[in-house]
């Protein structure tokens, strides 16, 4: 018996590892594709979700975004089905409503979608990020600081429901010479 409850835990290990693999890759694509293609974009980290972002010039009037979480979303999803899935992506269209030399604030409108664990179907949602970005360090001035509400709203039967999310997180802008 001991021995089935060892196989457990070296099968669980061998997942974890698959996971951190998949992540470390994507990531390491993400950040590949935004230098590679030297656009005036932008790398950027979410702490709810943990998402990975790369922008389009985020300094513009109306910009876009693609979003990858690197960790399950079973603080924001109920459904069971979904609780343990990672890169849920969202592609985000934004607007600079406030933008000067130190702080600038925008929203935005998104889809996500969360396939169902097995691969049958899955969870698409609606999202609302409003944010705020500053560059605290005049050294520094491709890196800013930000902050994020970025409500889901999940439809539900006839029904939908509203998952609020908070975060901070750090955005570069990759700029052309």
């Known amino acids: ?24 890759i994507t990531t390491l ?15 950027a980290f979410f702490s709810s979700g943990r ?7 985020f300094e513009r009037k109306v910009w876009g975004e693609f979003r990858l979480s690197t960790k399950p979303y079973y603080t924001l999803f109920e459904d069971p089905r979904v609780a343990e899935y990672k ?4 592609l985000i269209g934004n ?7 130190q702080v600038a604030m925008s929203l935005g409108l998104g889809l996500g979608y969360s396939p169902w664990e097995g691969g049958e179907g ?3 949602f609606v999202t609302i990020p ?3 970005r500053t560059a605290p360090f005049k050294n520094a001035p491709n890196f800013y ?18 998952i609020p999310a908070v975060s901070w997180g750090m955005r570069y802008q990759f700029l052309k010479e």
Do not use: R
């Open 29 to 43: 694509l993400l950040v590949s594709f935004a230098i590679s293609a030297h656009a005036q974009g932008g790398l």
């Open 51 to 57: 998402e990975i972002a790369v922008s389009t010039n």
């Open 122 to 124: 899955g969870l698409g």
């Open 145 to 162: 600081l930000l902050g994020e509400f970025s409500p889901k709203i999940v439809p539900d039967g006839e029904w939908y429901y509203v």
């Open 87 to 90: 890169g849920i992506p969202q």
């Open 1 to 24: 018996m001991p021995l089935n409850g060892h196989n457990n835990c070296i099968e669980l290990a061998i997942q974890f590892d698959a996971i951190i693999m998949k992540t470390i």
């Open 95 to 101: 607007a600079n409503i406030i933008h000067n030399d």
């Open 130 to 132: 409003l944010g705020i």
